[in-house]
């Protein structure tokens, strides 16, 4: 019994960090989201193409992280 007791504890252990982990992704997921959301309105628009675009406009093509984003802008 005190062997299928210590599993379980192992068990329940393991599913709070995995839900821990993945609750730190979304949220993290959620702020670079956000941050994109933010920064767009900044972003050229399809009535804008008339006029010249300037490199300040343009996002970075390749992020690989968040702050890598950051730096990027």
Not at 6 to 34: F, P, S, V, Y
């Amino acid at each position: 019994m005190d062997y299928l007791k210590k599993r379980e504890d192992k068990i329940l252990l393991t599913m709070q960090h995995k839900d821990i982990e993945q609750g730190r992704r979304a949220l993290e997921n959620k702020h670079r989201l956000d941050a994109m959301v933010l920064d767009s309105r900044h972003w050229p628009k399809l009535n804008d193409l008339e006029n010249s675009i300037t490199t300040h406009m343009i996002m970075p093509q390749t992020i690989m992280n968040h702050q890598d984003y950051q730096h990027k802008l």
